[in-house]
């Protein structure tokens, strides 16, 4: 089994609840205020994290690239961030940093955050692996178009610098991504080849039912983590939002979450409970007599019956208990046959 991790109060991986995580990604826009009530939703949607990603364009890109621009205009500066991450810390939810840079490195370690993302911009860059995990903090992994031998490089980067505390976390990276390319199955893989808690970051179609469902099958398949994007409204079409649902959908989404986990119970078979019983008397056939039987008759199989009858009686796998058997009494037709009436 793999292992288990502790952040604060909650504790990931098998046997426990799913770790929830409501990622803001750059759908604030670049918006403080955005950010604020992307926060207060998350809380209020019972996310177990929030999670954020921190980057500086002039240090992470190169002017020419296309996205440049763009990038610029989704930031929020040093000051910013310490204010929304502070205020975060005052909530009921834990705090996940994704770091791209040096710059954004340094800010995450001057603040309360509670476990450093690796992105995949950087998950085969050693220089900048080690120096994340010199934070001695909890690490997510980004897995996603990874080799399995890029990732055992990246796992023991951080182990070498005394980080234990690792979740891989594997999504396909296109956004949105189709439900054919999403290979779900490999969660299993990940868990069973690196021994280590695994996520899943989801990136479905925010406005297709598959964005709410997907992810919750990723339980059965050994996920202990859900990384869902969210979005203040997806009809703005904002940075971020092919693969985010609205925040008010978050909500919704973690109960359904809670309640195929219920669903999903341990696997083991247990005492039938109430409703059981009650099913089995209502339902199950019982060996009941198909005539009036008399005192001393033999019972051959045309003297008996399999019918549902109002007392869970003898089960017809049971027949060569009765057959060749004498009457002690006097049996009604239609009455459980059992053997205290036989001889």
């Known amino acids: 089994m793999a292992k288990t991790i502790k952040i604060r109060n909650k504790t990931i991986g098998p046997g426990h609840p799913t770790l ?14 955005e950010a604020k009530q992307m926060i207060d939703a998350s809380v209020e949607a019972k996310a177990d ?12 890109m190169c002017p020419k690239h296309p996205d440049y621009e763009f990038c610029q205009s989704l930031e929020l500066n040093q000051e910013q961030w310490a204010e929304l991450i502070n205020y975060t810390r005052t909530k009921d939810i834990l705090i996940a ?32 692996i080690r120096a994340a ?37 594997y999504g396909y990276q296109n956004y949105p991504t189709k439900p054919e390319k999403t290979n779900l199955l490999l969660l299993k893989t990940l868990k069973e080849k690196f021994d280590l808690p695994v996520g899943y970051a989801d990136h479905t179609d925010g406005s297709t039912q598959l964005a709410i469902y997907l992810p919750i099958m990723t339980i ?6 859900i990384d869902k994007h969210i979005t203040l409204d997806r009809s703005m079409k904002g940075a971020d939002y ?14 359904n979450v809670r309640l ?26 019982s060996i009941v007599a198909a005539r009036d039987i008399k005192i001393g008759d033999c019972i051959s199989r045309k003297d008996i019956e399999y019918k549902r009858t109002n007392i869970l009686g003898l089960a017809p796998y049971e027949a060569n208990k009765i057959i060749g058997r004498s009457a002690k009494k006097d049996i009604k037709k239609f009455d459980n046959l059992s053997e205290e009436d036989l001889q």
Request: with cysteine.
């Open 97 to 128: 940093a994704t770091v791209e840079d040096e710059l954004s490195l340094k800010l995450a370690s001057q603040l309360p955050i509670d476990i450093l993302k690796i992105h995949s911009t950087d998950n085969t860059n050693p220089e900048f």
């Open 133 to 169: 995990a010199k934070q001695n903090k909890p690490m997510m992994l980004s897995v996603g178009a990874m080799t399995f031998e890029e990732i055992e490089r990246a796992i023991e980067i951080i182990k070498k610098e005394g980080v234990e505390d690792i979740i891989l976390m």
């Open 49 to 60: 994290m929030i999670h954020f990603i921190l980057f500086s364009t002039e240090k992470s």
């Open 20 to 33: 929830i995580i409501a990622e803001t990604a750059c759908s604030h826009n670049g918006s403080f205020e």
């Open 260 to 285: 195929i986990e219920k669903a999903m119970g341990d696997g083991k078979r247990k005492e039938f409970t109430e409703e059981e019983k009650e099913y089995r008397t209502k339902v199950k056939k």
């Open 242 to 255: 092919q693969a985010a649902i609205n925040c008010a959908d978050l909500k919704k989404f973690i109960e």
């Open 220 to 225: 059965p398949m050994g996920a202990d983590v």
